[in-house]
């Protein structure tokens, strides 16, 4: 910009940065911001324009206002030496009536030989390493507690978890087979009773029998009274 020139836009950033890498589109932005009361016209160029992409590359900007310019690089096949790049651009920017529309901009607005001021600013291309995709492995938290601690805790957990499950289980298998016991043990005594009650049934239809034929109790059934007795003993103790 020479000295007798008016800094008409200010241009931010003054350097186009770009996360280089192979193969892949990549895109910046600049803004172009007008602190003056007049209507500013600008146009963007560049010394590499099969390379680059820029969009919007001619415009208007209102009185304070700003305008967003999105440079797009193409995808390139291999990186330069030293990701150095040569690549340069230009920001022309003149004042223009009020009602002056962006398709009213043309390359004449910009020859300084028609007696336009015109304002000129240059910005370099400057290569930069991509960011790098986040660490699948967590260095620590935020109490300073390394994942080794982490894992180790998680095991103690899932090992006492574990444990305590199989005591559980232990518990309800004892459970079930107590319950198993002592039903089974009630179906045999409900047997034994009526077995019992059977054995009384039997006892007193043959008492019966022996009073109407001999109208009295014979020794043999007294016997059988008595190992019959002894023998319901027996089966109620088990």
């Known amino acids: 910009m020479g000295s007798d020139s008016k800094e008409l836009l200010g241009i931010e950033p003054l350097e186009l940065r770009f996360p280089f890498e192979t193969k892949k589109q990549i895109s910046c932005s600049m803004q172009l911001t007008n602190r003056t009361d007049d ?10 324009p099969k390379k680059y992409c820029v969009r919007p590359n001619s ?16 995808a390139q096949r291999e990186a330069p030496a030293d990701m150095q790049c040569k690549d340069k651009f230009l920001v022309q920017s003149v004042v223009v009536t009020e009602g002056t529309t962006t398709k009213d901009v043309t390359g004449e607005m910009f020859n300084k030989g028609s007696g336009n001021v015109v304002d000129e ?27 080794r601690a982490s894992l180790l805790e998680g095991g103690n957990l899932n090992y006492q978890d574990a444990t305590r499950a199989h005591k559980d289980a232990e518990d309800v298998t004892s459970d079930s087979e107590t319950s198993a016991l002592i039903s089974r043990l009630t179906e045999e005594r409900n047997s034994a009773i ?25 020794f043999v059934f007294v016997v059988v009274v008595a190992l019959l007795g002894i023998l319901l003993g027996y089966i109620m103790k088990r």
């Not at 415009?59 to 193409?74: A, E, L, Y």
């Not at 054995?199 to 019966?208: I, N, P, T």
């Open 39 to 48: 209507y500013i016209a600008f146009k963007v160029k560049t010394t590499s």
């Open 59 to 74: 415009g208007i900007v209102p009185p304070r206002s700003t305008s967003d310019v999105i440079v797009t690089m193409q």
């Open 121 to 147: 600013r240059k910005l370099k291309v400057v290569y930069v390493q991509p960011p790098r995709p986040p660490s699948p492995v967590r260095e620590g938290s935020e109490e300073g507690s390394s994942p």
């Open 194 to 218: 009526q077995q019992n009650n059977k054995l009384l049934e039997e006892m007193d239809l043959v008492r019966r029998e022996i009073s109407k034929q001999n109208g009295g109790f014979p």
